[in-house]
């Protein structure tokens, strides 16, 4: 059958788009399916997700007659310097590969980019890169899964790896090392400082104060782009369930917030329980599997740390590490998933080592020129 690849239009496209992955990997175990509810609404422009407020996206399908085969997404923001393609699913097929980068490619050249960037589902604020290494490990939440063929199908097109990811695994079974808790101890007698914890009844304000502290403590990192504070906002409503079972911490020197950090608890198990659905056949069993899945989860990710430009190397690290590590054990989780940090970032990736933390799976992003 002839291939084709078209620009979603409409209700049954965008559903295809969505569903296509469940046939890709009805037989692995590990890959974790969203809900479909909330990918419906991040994907959909008409729902308006903060997201589209800043950049443009076009979805594309392949389809080999009536079978869908294939899908990526286009990605026009103004905050990154190159074009982004993101959300790449595909089968062991490097005719159809080919196609839809080609496709998203030209999209990217007719609004002026000169550079395809890529995997990010749909900027370095969400899901990055594509797993080249651990294909054996199950996937902490907002860490992506895909077919050790798609490297293959990358590097066939002429991408060519950009960056890669690392992701550390803590575990806190083990004692947390002395030479840090001393070191804790040391830099909490030269720092006047207030560690607390967010405060979920004041979720709106806390926000707006961690926005702010985001986006000024990894503004010189590769590939950043600053959220709004709308944007902020919906991603920690969106997490507010989570938030109530995990560790959120905040260092203020003089009454200033400076610098926080957050492990969140696992969901991956309790989406790949849930399959996609909080409700089926007219009752809520993915909500009652998921509940299940998450008491019984052990892990967690340590999502963001970070400190503003004027306090860093003075130890306000530390201080979040260890509480964060001593309040995630307190809370039940017996091990930790630091994901992800860019491979040349020696601060971070000697600060997660010292923390006992040990390097498992990488993800790549790959470029190449339009």
């Known amino acids: 059958m002839p291939l084709t690849v078209s620009p979603v239009v409409g209700r049954a496209d965008l559903t295809a788009f969505i569903r296509l992955p469940y046939g890709l990997y009805a037989a692995v175990p590990h890959w974790t399916p969203p809900l479909e509810s909330e990918h ?3 994907l959909d422009p008409r729902r308006r997700h903060p997201f589209h407020d800043i950049a443009d996206v076009q979805l594309f399908l392949a389809r080999r007659g009536r079978e869908t085969v294939g899908r990526i997404a286009a990605v026009d923001d103004p905050r990154l310097t190159q074009g982004v393609f993101g959300l790449f699913e595909c089968v062991d097929d490097s005719e159809t590969a080919a196609a839809l980068f080609d496709t998203a490619s030209e999209w990217l050249r007719s609004r002026g980019r000169d550079t395809l960037l890529g995997p990010l589902n749909l900027s370095t604020n969400h899901e990055c890169g594509l797993l080249v290494d651990g294909f054996d490990t199950p996937p902490v939440m907002q860490m992506p899964y895909n077919p050790p063929y798609y490297p293959g199908l990358f590097e066939a097109y002429g991408l060519k790896g950009a960056k890669d990811l690392w992701s550390w695994t803590i575990d806190l079974t083990a004692p947390i090392p ?31 104060v961690l926005q702010q502290m985001y986006n000024d403590a990894w503004s010189d990192n590769w590939g950043f782009a600053p959220m709004t504070e709308r944007e902020f906002l919906y ?38 329980a ?30 963001l740390i970070g400190v503003l430009e004027e306090y860093r190397n003075q130890g306000v690290d530390v201080l979040l590490r260890v509480a964060g590590l001593e309040e ?34 990488t993800h790549r992003l790959y470029e190449r020129p339009l």
């Open 178 to 208: 002395a030479r840090l808790t001393r070191l804790r101890d040391r830099i909490a007698e030269r720092h006047d400082h207030t560690l607390r914890s967010l405060d979920l009844d004041r979720l709106d304000s806390e926000a707006a």
């Open 328 to 361: 995630a054990r307190a809370l039940g989780m017996r091990t930790v998933d630091a994901s992800w940090t860019l491979e040349n970032n020696t601060s971070a990736n000697r600060g997660i080592a010292a923390m006992g933390g040990v390097r498992g799976v």
């Open 40 to 42: 419906r609404a991040f």
């Open 235 to 272: 991603a920690a409503r969106d997490f507010t369930p989570l938030l109530r079972h995990s560790v959120t911490k905040i260092v203020e020197i003089d009454g200033r917030p400076v610098g926080f950090g957050m492990i969140l608890r696992d969901a991956a198990p309790a989406l790949r």
């Open 274 to 303: 849930a399959g996609g659905r909080l409700w089926r056949y007219g009752l809520p069993l993915g909500a009652v599997r998921m509940a299940r899945a998450l008491r019984r989860t052990t892990g967690g990710r340590a999502l």
